[in-house]
């Protein structure tokens, strides 16, 4: 699958209808996201099953405060609209695929209580 754009418009919708969405918070100035984009694009086509977004931080400013994003490139990891995985910086290939994988893994009912127990 290639990536979508991720907007205010459909950033609900793409969350809340998928079980995983790795999102790329991004800029089109941003060297390093340049650099990052082909990479998280070859990724997208070896996981058709999750939702690859990207988020243009110049054209979205609201979900990039809602994310309190700081730093470009930024990559996110929803599974069940949780957020089990964000880190700034540029990630590679092969990285994507480890965390992928490991969120496929995860025990939702063990996350679950674990964000309660937190708040």
């Known amino acids: 699958m290639a990536t979508i754009e991720l907007t ?4 609900e919708k793409t969350i809340n209808d998928n079980d995983i969405v790795i999102i790329d918070f991004w ?3 941003c060297g390093p996201c340049k650099s990052f984009g082909p990479i998280f694009e070859k990724a997208s086509e070896k996981f058709p099953d999750i939702v690859f977004g990207k ?6 400013e609201a979900l990039s405060g809602q994310f309190q994003i700081r730093s470009i490139p ?9 957020v089990v995985f964000q880190q700034p910086g540029a990630l ?3 990285a994507i695929a480890d965390l992928l994988g490991q969120v496929q893994a995860l025990d939702m009912d063990m996350v679950r209580k674990e964000a309660q127990a937190a708040q």
């Open 74 to 82: 930024t990559t996110f990891i929803l599974r069940d609209n949780i």
């Open 92 to 94: 590679p290939e092969e």
């Open 27 to 29: 800029a089109p100035w």
């Open 8 to 11: 205010e418009a459909n950033f």
């Open 55 to 60: 988020v243009n931080t110049e054209a979205e």
